[in-house]
């Protein structure tokens, strides 16, 4: 039995250049939600090409509930909603997960890439694991290995799978489309991406071997903030300290452990950030 876990998060989907694409309730969300369904349909029907068992698909996008379950392909689940213990990889603890795909990923804070951030959509400036830079790829790869599931499939901008080959790099890449600026992008249409996905996922079952989980040990997470009182306001967090004026770090166990405090860090400190000035 071989069983695929699709992480799926919206920035990386086809048609997806602006803010207000992927931002729930708005018109332009709306219009991209058929395509973000699109890019996901893709890969479950090229995973179930390829000769997977089963497809579990966790909505890893903003509220978790973005996806149109009418419109997905009736041979997958789907895990929609929030506050989940490992958000984007929620179901990947399980110990049954046999490979994990990237569905509409995107580079991290910091870094060049369409709607290129992490967690956050501003406020943060960097995220660094033992002094690398981290997109949320790299992150959650990190979690992942850590049950022993190895990255097969990653979806997103070009600089979404030049990112994927430092954490994954035997893994199958698919480039819906080309950055030219946070907010810009020469696209392919669905059509197009959707075959690209496809055939993509259907090579990428082969690498869908379960291996010896990494050995917990432990990460340094590093996190930089663009204004001073943000810094401030993650430390309220046990274990994270200030380590300069926009910048905390903490050490966690395992990568289980460090990507639970992250969110947390993250969770307050979007409470912390006030309309105008951040």
Known sequence: ??????????????????????????????????????????????????????????????TMRNLLLEQLDDRAEMLTGRHKALSMVEGVQRGDVDGIAFVGYHTGAGDEGVLAHTYLGNS???????????????????VAAEYGTPVV?????????????GYAPHARTVAVKDYVSRYAAVCRTPARTAGDIRAAAAEAVALAVRHEPAGPRPRTVEIEFDAEHLAGAATVVPGVEQTGPRRVAYTAPDMYEGIRCFKAVTTLVSAAVEEWYG
């Open 124 to 142: 943060l400036t960097g995220v660094f694991v033992d002094g690398v830079r981290a997109s949320e790829g790299l992150l959650n790869s990190l």
């Open 153 to 165: 499939l990653v979806t997103g901008d070009d600089r979404a799978c030049a990112d994927a080959r």
């Open 1 to 62: 039995m071989t069983r695929i876990l699709i992480s799926a998060d919206m920035e990386g989907a086809t048609g997806v250049t602006w803010p207000a694409d992927c931002l729930p309730g708005t018109p332009e969300w709306q219009r991209c939600r058929p395509m973000f369904t699109s890019d996901v349909n893709a890969a479950i029907v090229g995973f179930l090409d390829g000769g997977a068992d089963s497809v579990l698909v966790n909505e890893a996008h903003m």
